[in-house]
């Protein structure tokens, strides 16, 4: 078709809302401002007085993941990407550890990659403790 | 960098994430080793007994010659034979590092240029002259490595950088789409403009909030918002 033989084209006003709050988004949104949430999240709210401090991850998420090795048998809560005194971190965060679980656990701090791992499964402890100080 | 000697114009605010990363050695080393390896093929490739010409037949009875039993002159046991555990073939080592690799890989690549003082920011990459010798000097004078890596945001460049920087080997200059890894390790120095900066940090920044699950390369633009 010759561009003379093209029909005209005229704009139309259309509210397309509707149709783009359902495309997929390309990037994490930063979450509604709300004093509390059902799911029991709470957002970073930063503590300076600490000479630590633990990034959250693309989700606005607390990096503690619990690793299950050897069939079950071995189980290992981490907490990744700690900025700051790490050794700091991983002594009062086991003292907490242990004085809640009245037994010894075995840790191990990793400067490089900037992880601190709690042999056990105490992944919700840690994320409430870390809740506590605003990490 | 319209004269030799550097002046100081200003002060940049460089955002952390991107230029205060921890220098994550085995992201570094992961990139680098992906840029190597995504596109290396292996063209060795060997026969095995039944692509090697010939041995269709039986070479001698069975039993009664004293020999060895064979079935076939080409066995891997007999010289000449076809190989039974070779390399078979074109092999290509494609593979893709993570999003977040990638990406955590460029970050801690910049942090790592910028903490050993070899990331330069320049206002902008105009010449005075095209002459290749003026800009040796330039470099030296301000005490720039050997190999130097002047980064703009666009790929139009200024004529004289370009034919300055056409004379000398270790003088190269990218766009901003084009920085890898590998390139920013190779080159001593990283001069890079103040639009060049900006544009890095804000692309580096928004691919540091894409989940991984979300780093689709090709899709249709217009469809994500």
């Given at each position: 078709m010759l561009v003379e033989e093209l029909?005209?084209?005229?704009?139309?006003?259309?509210?397309?809302?509707?149709?783009?709050?359902?495309?997929?988004?390309?990037?994490?949104?930063?979450?509604?401002?709300?004093?509390?949430y059902p799911s029991g999240w709470t957002p970073q709210r930063g503590n300076p007085s600490l000479p630590y401090s633990v990034r959250r991850s693309v989700n606005h998420m607390l990096p503690v993941y619990l690793r299950i090795m050897e069939d079950g048998v071995k189980r290992l809560t981490v907490v990744r990407n700690v900025r700051?005194?790490?050794?700091?971190?991983?002594?009062?965060?086991k003292r907490h550890l242990e004085e809640?679980?009245?037994?010894?656990?075995?840790?191990?701090v990793n400067e490089v990659s900037l992880y601190v791992q709690f042999k056990g499964e105490y992944v919700q402890q840690v994320k409430d403790w870390l809740r506590e100080r605003g990490l | 960098?319209?004269?030799?000697?550097?002046?100081?114009?200003?002060?940049?605010?460089?955002?952390?994430?991107?230029?205060?990363?921890f220098p994550k050695l085995h992201l570094i080393h992961d990139n680098v080793r992906w840029q190597r390896m995504y596109r290396q093929?292996?063209?060795?490739?060997?026969?095995?007994?039944?692509?090697?010409?010939?041995?269709?037949?039986?070479?001698?009875?069975?039993?009664?010659?004293?020999?060895?039993?064979?079935?076939?002159?080409?066995?891997?046991?007999?010289?000449?034979?076809g190989v039974s555990h070779g390399p078979r073939g074109p092999k290509t080592h494609f593979y893709?590092?993570?999003?977040?690799?990638?990406?955590?890989?460029?970050?801690?690549t910049l942090s790592v240029k910028l903490a050993q003082n070899d990331l330069h920011v320049?206002?902008?990459l105009d010449l005075p002259s095209a002459d290749p010798g003026r800009l040796q000097e330039l470099v030296e004078r301000r005490y720039w490595g050997p190999s130097v890596l002047f980064v703009d945001d666009t790929d139009e460049m200024p004529e004289n950088l370009v034919r300055a920087a056409?004379?000398?080997?270790?003088?190269?200059?990218?766009?901003?789409?084009?920085?890898?890894?590998?390139?920013?390790?190779?080159?001593?120095?990283?001069?890079?403009?103040?639009?060049?900066?900006?544009?890095v940090q804000e692309r580096l920044l928004r691919a540091l909030s894409i989940h991984n699950s979300m780093a689709v390369k090709h899709t249709d633009a217009s469809l994500l918002r």
């Open positions: 029909p005209a084209v005229e704009p139309v006003d259309v509210d397309w809302s509707h149709v783009e709050r359902l495309l997929p988004r390309r990037t994490v949104p930063t979450p509604t401002d709300k004093v509390a700051g005194d790490i050794w700091k971190l991983h002594d009062e965060l809640a679980n009245s037994r010894y656990i075995a840790s191990r | 960098m319209d004269s030799a000697d550097e002046r100081k114009i200003g002060l940049l605010e460089l955002h952390p994430e991107v230029f205060a990363a093929v292996d063209y060795a490739a060997t026969k095995t007994r039944a692509e090697v010409r010939g041995g269709g037949r039986k070479p001698h009875p069975q039993k009664g010659g004293g020999r060895a039993r064979a079935g076939s002159i080409r066995s891997p046991l007999w010289k000449g034979g893709m590092l993570s999003h977040s690799a990638r990406v955590g890989g460029l970050c801690a320049v206002r902008d056409d004379q000398v080997p270790h003088y190269n200059l990218l766009p901003v789409y084009g920085l890898n890894v590998f390139t920013m390790l190779k080159h001593d120095t990283l001069v890079l403009t103040v639009a060049a900066v900006e544009r």
